[in-house]
Each structure stands twice: as C-alpha cells, then as structure tokens.
C-alpha cells in the first residue's frame, strides 16, 4: 500500500506573503524598525527564513564526523603533578588533553608517562621556541599511533606578547626546521586572541584567514613539496551569540578550505574550541555555567573537532579541582545525556544558519583580501591596523553594554545589588579589580590570611 504524502495539503508559503501577514499583525508598525536588527559584523537578522534565503548557496560543503573530543586543558609547570592531573581528568571522562608548557625544563617523558598516547590526543601550548624539544615530543610519541597537536604559532605569540621568541628570522628559520620533521599537525593559529580582545565574527574570521595565509604563504616558498601534508590546527573562542557563533565554525572551515585549494594544501582543518573569556562575570559567578554551556553548545553545533570547557572562576581563580570537574561534567552530560554527539552536520541546511554562514563568509572573505592588498597580515599588525580595528570594535561593544543596549543576564541589567562576590574578592588577590572603597573588615582579612596560608602550604607541597 503506499504511504500517503502528509504535506500535499499544506501548500508552500512564499517570503512575501509571511511578510504581508506580519504586516498586517504589527497594525501599522514598521516591520523592518520592528522586527529587523542589524548584527556587530552589518548582518540585518529577520525575523523568519525560509529557502528562498539559501537559494545558490552551498549547502553542507565540508560535512564532519559528530565525533568531537572533550579536552582538559593543564597547565604544566611541574611535570609529575600535571601527568598525574591529566590521568585523573582522562579517567574521569576527558578524551584529549592540551597541555601548556611554559619552558623547555618540563620534562616530556615524565609529562606523558602513562598515557595512551594511540587513543587520547595531545595539544601542545609551547610558550617558547625549540626545535629539539618539538623533536623530543615526536620521538616518544614515534611508532605508537600517536595524536600528537603541536600547535607552533610564531605570528599567535608575536601578536599577543607584542615581540618574536627571538626575531623575525631566527623564528622562522626555527620553524621551517620543526616543519621539515614531516609531522602532519605541526602548525596552529590561535584566533582566541581577536576574540578576547573585542573583535567581531568578521574580524575573527579575517585575520584567522589571513594568520594562516601567512604559514601556507611561507611553507609554500620554503617547502613546497611538503605543504599538502599539513592541517592547520584552528584555536578559537566562542561568544554567547548562539547561532552566530555555529555560523563563524562553519564558515571558517569553508574560508580555510578556499584558501588552502589556492596552495594545493589539505582543505580540512582542525578547530578546537574554546569559551570566550570576554563576557564572564566576577559578580554572580554561576552565571558563567550557563554561558559555557551555551557556548560549548554552538561549538559542537558549527562542528568543532575537540571542546575545553572554561572552569566558571577561571578569570579570578586558580586551578582547582572543583571547577574543572563541573566544566568537564558539562561537556559529559551534553554528549553522554544530551546526544549531542549523535548527529551528523545538525546545522546543515537550516535556513538561518546557512544564511548567516555564508554572510559571514563573504563579509570575511572582502576583509581579508583588503589586508593581503595592504601588505599581508604581519605588514598591518605591525602598522597596528590589525589592533587599531580590534579597539574600535572592542570599545563599541563596551558602550553597547555600559548603555544596557547588550544583554548580559545577571551582569548589567540584572544584576544583584546584595551580591555577596563583590565582598568576597578581596580574597583573591591577584584580581586586579577594586570592587569596594571601605576597608577589608577584620572578618575577611582573617580569612584572607588562611587563604594565601593554605595556598602557599599547597606551592610548597607541589
């Protein structure tokens, strides 16, 4: 017997007579001073999309595999205590760990030691540059299957610390002999950077481009040869702007994919994700659960390869147990209760997604070609255009929230005035934060000293 078609009833709406029928609900309001709001990046956002809005454009181009990694990131300056920190995160449920690694005195083998370096991934964040440590890393990870991210970024650490590891060509001397090691996810490019600093998608977009452009630029003048046999590792922060953020992952992946064709490079990228910093709280702190959680959830929605949660106090707390546990468990109980690893490309032709991803695309693309027309991307960072456009987004965004025009539940518009945090930072000491004008009241200044007591007792026991 065949099915009956359960829409040929319903007949197909067109844009216009939604429009019309908006109009007519509005009474003589205006529907695009209404209902039509223009995004940081110029994207006027309707309120309803249909497939008249993806007509021509490409749909679900670089389909990926819902297989991404919950990572644990460490820092570790004592090797021992952070091997043994990585082996409890894996054995409570982290798939990949991403290590950083201030100085070439941390010991590797004692670093990784225990670890099943054939199925749990390695990220590297090595602040410094050294070609016979990057060597020491490949060589135990040598004949085991092993996962291993360097993530070598000499223009990421330019762009932050203002300065070269060395100079201009002793890095890149130094990086042309790590890349010559043949290892395939050698180079990394960290866009968190732009993000945490005030710039918009577009911006994001555009400098993540043209940051790789300048590796695939170099490797191809060097060592041509080679470049097809490398994947470009992507860093990037996620904001709270849900589906703008799915949108910038996927037109990222499409972005990179135009441009390593050009090198003859290899098209997929490597995204890890990571929440933004720049709109977490110290006031009514738990309120920063919930914007990790939605923005590791746009993460997984744009498809990015391997997620570190941010722990809620990581802007005015130390490393502690406690708040890497509840980060951990928030990307478990999203894939082990919410499945949100049980679908493939879930994003892939929603209306407003695929139009958001290709806006953003073009927008990005028409950026990046202006600074490759101005001299490539280390020309303007050094000019100070790249900075100079990240300020004037950044302070734009601040005055949007000081005037509450930005919403931030529970920091501007709804914040507490008896919120107890603003009495209780004076015992973190390293935030740099005045947050009252009367002196500390005996009370906290006794807990302030068992705090910095407990704290030193805990260096001396590491």
């Not at 990131?73 to 798939?95: C, H, M, P, T, Y």
């Not at 995204?271 to 006031?283: D, W």
Request: aromatic residues 10%.
């Amino acid at each position: 017997m065949e099915k009956p078609d359960l829409f040929s009833e319903f007949s197909e709406t067109t844009s216009k007579a939604w429009k019309q029928k908006i109009q007519v609900d509005l009474k003589g309001a205006d529907y695009n001073e209404t209902l039509v709001w223009e995004s940081p990046e110029g994207i006027k956002v309707k309120p309803f999309y249909n497939s008249e809005d993806i007509t021509d454009l490409p749909l679900n181009s670089f389909p990926q595999e819902n297989n991404w990694r919950i990572c644990q990131k460490i820092f570790s300056g004592n090797a021992i205590v952070a091997n043994n920190k990585a082996l409890d995160a894996i054995s409570r449920g982290a798939e990949s760990i991403y290590f950083t690694v201030p100085s070439a005195e941390t010991e590797i083998q004692e670093l990784l030691k225990g670890i099943d370096l054939a199925s749990t991934p390695i990220y590297f964040d090595l602040q410094f540059l050294s070609e016979d440590y990057t060597r020491s890393i490949l060589e135990l990870g040598k004949n085991k299957s092993a996962k291993i991210f360097l993530n070598i970024d000499i223009i990421g650490h330019l762009a932050r610390q203002g300065n070269w590891f060395f100079n201009l060509k002793e890095d890149h001397k130094k990086l042309d002999t790590i890349v010559s090691l043949g290892h395939a996810t050698t180079l990394g490019v960290d866009m968190t950077l732009y993000q945490n600093a005030g710039a918009n998608i577009t911006q994001q977009l555009a400098y993540g481009l043209a940051h790789a452009n300048e590796y695939l630029n170099h490797i191809n003048n060097t060592q041509k040869a080679g470049i097809q046999q490398h994947t470009i590792t992507f860093i990037v922060a996620v904001g709270s702007d849900y589906f703008f953020e799915i949108a910038k992952l996927r037109a990222l992946r499409r972005l990179f994919a135009s441009l390593a064709t050009e090198y003859g490079a290899r098209p997929n990228c490597h995204i890890i994700a990571i929440p933004s910093k720049r709109n977490k709280t110290i006031y009514d702190y738990n309120t920063n659960m919930l914007r990790t959680t939605t923005e590791c959830m746009s993460a997984i929605l744009g498809e990015a390869n391997t997620i570190c949660n941010t722990p809620y106090d990581a802007i005015y707390h130390r490393d502690n147990e406690f708040a890497e546990r509840m980060a951990r468990n928030q990307l478990l109980i999203l894939k082990n209760e919410s499945y949100f690893d049980k679908v493939n490309n879930p994003s892939s032709g929603s209306y407003y997604i695929e139009s958001l991803t290709h806006q953003l695309a073009s927008k990005a693309l028409d950026l990046f070609k202006l600074i490759e027309k101005g001299g490539g991307f280390l020309v303007q960072l050094k000019e100070h255009q790249i900075q100079k456009k990240i300020k004037e987004n950044a302070v734009k965004e601040e005055q949007l929230f000081n005037h509450q025009e930005k919403i931030l539940v529970g920091t501007n518009k709804y914040s507490s005035k008896e919120d107890a945090m603003k009495d209780m930072l004076e015992l973190y000491p390293f935030v740099k934060i005045k947050t009252r004008k009367t002196l500390i009241e005996p009370i906290i200044e006794k807990r302030l000293s068992e705090t910095l007591e407990q704290n030193r007792l805990k260096q001396e026991q590491a």
